[in-house]
């Protein structure tokens, strides 16, 4: 089936370390997307990419960072410089051909940090 | 610029009554509308989008909305609430010229009684 696979599903981290939130999808979409959501917030978008190997910050980009090495691949690390990351983290995809708005989601990393 | 406003952040209804879920929005350009659902813990499923063809669009599930421009409104209903319609539902604006960004509405929590 296709789709998008996000790792882990819940993760804890300690304040100071970096850590690295997989997203991997084999819908063979260009383009994809990192949104973090806060509750009681709409989804605010970190970084995004439409090709491999280029990647365009989103609204809030400041202390996490990204790479697109291949098509089906976008990572996202959180940095020791994001002061607030507990957050719920989306990777979301989609077509070229298909309307901007038409994301497909993964189901979503939840970060803690200790 | 562009912005969307749900005007509720919580609905709740009874099971087999009407749901309204009610979003506005402001763009410059012409929008591109769609609507989100979100389950405990999941990533977001689209659940219908206005791009500009007929004004009343049907989704999934039972789902529809109509597109009023002169109220700046897309507003979301269902005839006959389910258990199962319980979720968080968001209204997203993306301008189909300009920047092309995507804005999301905070959301609205639908809870269905039995």
């Known amino acids: 089936d296709g789709g998008i696979t996000q790792s882990p599903k819940y993760l804890f981290r300690k304040e100071g370390q970096n850590v690295t939130l997989s997203c991997e999808q084999n819908?063979?979409?260009?383009?994809m997307y990192w949104y973090r959501q806060d509750p009681g917030q709409g989804l605010r978008l970190i970084y995004y990419?439409?090709?491999?190997?280029?990647?365009q910050k989103g609204d809030i980009a400041e202390g996490y960072s990204v790479s697109r090495e291949k098509k089906e691949s976008f990572p996202l690390t959180v940095t020791s410089a994001q002061k607030n990351p507990t957050a719920f983290y989306l990777c979301?995809?989609?077509?070229?051909?298909?309307?901007?708005?038409?994301?497909?989601f993964g189901e979503g990393s939840r970060l803690t940090v200790l | 610029a562009q912005s969307v406003t749900q005007l509720d952040s919580h609905v709740s209804v009874s099971e087999g009554t009407p749901v309204l879920l009610r979003c506005n929005y402001s763009?410059?350009?012409?929008?591109?509308l769609f609507w989100y659902v979100q389950h405990p813990n999941k990533g977001l499923q689209l659940l219908l989008k206005?791009?500009?063809?007929?004004?009343l669009v049907k989704g999934i599930n039972g789902f529809e909305a109509e597109f009023k421009k002169s109220e700046t409104s897309f507003h979301l209903t269902k005839p006959s609430a389910h258990m199962s319609d319980a979720a968080e539902y968001f209204c997203?604006?993306?301008?189909?010229?300009?920047?092309?960004?995507?804005?999301f509405g905070s959301g609205t929590r639908l809870q269905v009684q039995p």
């Open positions: 763009s410059s350009y012409s929008p591109s």
């Open positions: 819908l063979n979409h260009d383009a």
């Open positions: 206005y791009t500009s063809a007929a004004t």
């Open positions: 990419s439409q090709i491999v190997n280029d990647f």
């Open positions: 997203v604006v993306s301008e189909r010229t300009g920047r092309r960004a995507l804005t």
């Open positions: 979301a995809s989609r077509g070229l051909a298909g309307d901007i708005g038409e994301l497909f």
